[in-house]
């Protein structure tokens, strides 16, 4: 993760920047921090053989199962900070992302291709190609409070990873394309169109139970009204004894019009049992019939 955070660096920018495309890998500029990874992908293409297929792939932001450099982000949502959500320069600048198990499937089918792919340079990115901006506004309106703060460029050293979220590069993704399936992704569309899913898993994985508060007093107190404005911030679900009652007594005509035609559809069951029993006897009756008749038919023949 993070090559393409490396390769292409950091730039904020209101306008939308132009689409790199695989081919294009020679442009790349290496981030000062990953400068080092450079030669690595040197390493990388000599190793490349007959026996031994290389590749470098340029990974997106990768998000989902959890979280890894987007935890922090993740986090202060979870908890609702008061300030809300970092917003990095403009906000505006495109942010190539991926999910962590549609790059792990890409890396698998490349890795068990019985015929290498004659581009060697990969992008492993869905097709969000979302600004900072979305992605923090779907975090917000699944997760956080709904608040953003923007981080002044002196503060910037603060955040770990903040050139990831700065990164400003539309990219053009193939192969990854004519590796995976459609029913292969998780999240072909990208962070924004998934953040239910996302969000999802990042609860299961983080075990992060959901905040549960009872509110309990005399009557007229403002029980009803406090707990609303609770549940309005920490955006829960609103329970009131009356509407749980009233939920209760819908289930339980709802369930007594269910088991009353199950019945119904037993007893008429019962009576085509019945019926076709009646049918079977009475058929019975009438073959015994027609065999006696035939067998006096024969004895008064041979008479």
Known sequence: EGAAAAEEGEEEGGEEPEAYSEDMYAKRVPHVKYSAWKEVEKLCKAANSATLHTYVIFSGLVYGEGEDKLHSI????????????????????????????????????????????????????????????????????????GKTYKVAEHELILYEHVEHFLINLKVEAGAIKSLLEEEDWVAQAGLVENIGKVVSEFQRERRLSPLRVVVLGPPAVGKTFYSEKLAAFYKLPHLKIADVVKEFEQQEITLRGEVLKIRRRRKEEKRQLELEEKRRALQEQQEERRRARAEAQDRESGV
């Not at 291709?113 to 190609?129: H, I, V």
């Not at 600004?131 to 997760?143: G, H, R, V």
């Open 74 to 145: 993740f986090k202060q949502a979870w908890h609702l900070a008061p300030e809300g959500l970092p917003i990095f320069g403009t906000g505006k600048n495109l942010v190539p992302m991926i999910h962590v198990q549609d790059l792990a499937t890409m890396v698998y089918r490349l890795a068990s291709r019985s015929e290498p792919l004659t581009q060697r340079y990969l992008f492993g990115c869905d097709d969000g190609n979302v600004s900072w901006n979305a992605a923090m506004k779907a975090l917000n309106d699944t997760l956080g409070n």
